[in-house]
Structure formats: C-alpha cells, structure tokens
C-alpha cells in the first residue's frame, strides 16, 4: 500500500512537482531555442534546467515516499524528459526538410 504524503512534506511536494513540469518545459524550450538560434549558451542553459528537473524528481521521490515501480517510473520520466526534445527536434527537421529543399522540374 502506498503511504500517503506527511503533512509537513505537503509543501516540499507541491513545489517539487510544479518545478518538475516547469524545468521540463524550459529545457525543451531552451534546447529548441538553442538549435533555431545557433547559439551555444542555450544549450547551455537547456542542460542546466534538466539538472533542476533531476533534481526536483530526486527531491519528489523522496517527499512523496516513492519505491519499487514508482522509482522506476521517475528514473523513465527523466530519461523520457531528456530524449523526448531531442526526438522531437530531428522529427521536425525531417518533416519540413522537404518544404524546403528545390523542386525538381
């Protein structure tokens, strides 16, 4: 059975989940910045909002009293959080490569 969330950890909680959504969306946005821009220092940036991703799962994990499949649940969320923009990217790029490329005639 799973042990509810203390109410001194309630807080911890809240805060980690809405930094887990809120890192993921900068590093998806700061990885696709980084490649439209060129510029290197969003990649940067990019990475270390997937550290502050890692971070607030770890800090989740451990208010939330996550075990067994839940961890691993979190460990394939982060996973899934760091090669979802990345595929997301390259799908892009193939997809509109062709509207770009010269018609043949």
């Known amino acids: 059975m799973l042990e509810p969330v203390a ?6 909680t809240f805060f980690s989940s809405a930094l ?9 946005l ?8 060129g510029n290197r220092t969003y990649r ?6 997937y550290a502050v991703l890692v971070i607030a799962v770890v800090v989740l994990s ?9 961890l691993l649940i979190s460990v394939a969320m982060v996973v899934g959080y760091f ?17 770009h490329a ?4």
Do not use: M
């Open 102 to 105: 010269p018609a043949d005639q």
């Open 83 to 99: 090669f979802a923009p990345i595929g997301i990217w390259h799908l892009c790029i193939k997809t509109h490569q062709s509207e």
């Open 20 to 28: 887990v959504i809120l890192a993921g969306a900068s590093y998806a």
């Open 30 to 37: 700061l990885y696709a910045w980084s490649h439209l821009s």
């Open 44 to 49: 940067l940036l990019a990475y270390f909002a």
């Open 62 to 70: 451990r208010a939330a009293n996550f075990s067994g499949y839940w």
């Open 7 to 12: 109410l001194k950890d309630f807080f911890i």
